[in-house]
Nanobody, 127 residues
Framework: QVQLVESGGGLVQAGGSLRLSCTASGRIFETYTMGWFRQQAPRKERKFVA?????????YNEDLVKGRFTISRDNANKMVYLQMNSLKPEDTAVYYCAARAGQLLNGYDSPLSINYWGQGTQVTVSS
């Protein structure tokens, strides 16, 4: 079992930055590939943002982030981060931390492939 707790969301003006954090607890952190998804409304799909393996191999939804976001992890402290710069109103969403067993990034963009989710943190970008 893995527990994930996000923090760092909030209200920011367009062009600003936020850093989201995810604290993991439970089973061996290094066996999981970690990631971030976002959901803009309860009935909208949860979209993949970024993912990172234990060895810091990363992948991004480039159509969505366009080089503005950076994912990182601190394995010693079981933390995952999402640095978000040049935020736009369309980045407004609930951001979810995700964990999937294994070290492969293939298919990580599917929410169905995720084993564990955090409760989400709201990010609101004002224009």
């Amino acid at each position: 079992q893995v527990q994930l707790v996000e923090s760092g969301g909030g209200l920011v003006q367009a062009g600003g930055s936020l850093r989201l954090s995810c604290t993991a607890s439970g089973r061996i952190f290094e066996t999981y590939t970690m990631g971030w998804f976002r959901q803009q409304a309860p009935r909208k799909e949860r979209k993949f943002v970024a993912a990172i393996t234990w060895k810091n191999t990363t992948t991004y939804n480039e159509d969505l982030v366009k080089g503005r976001f950076t994912i990182s992890r601190d394995n010693a402290n079981k933390m995952v981060y999402l640095q978000m710069n040049s935020l736009k109103p369309e980045d407004t969403a609930v951001y979810y931390c995700a964990a999937r067993a294994g070290q492969l990034l293939n298919g990580y963009d599917s929410p169905l492939s995720i084993n564990y989710w955090g409760q989400g943190t709201q990010v609101t970008v004002s224009s």
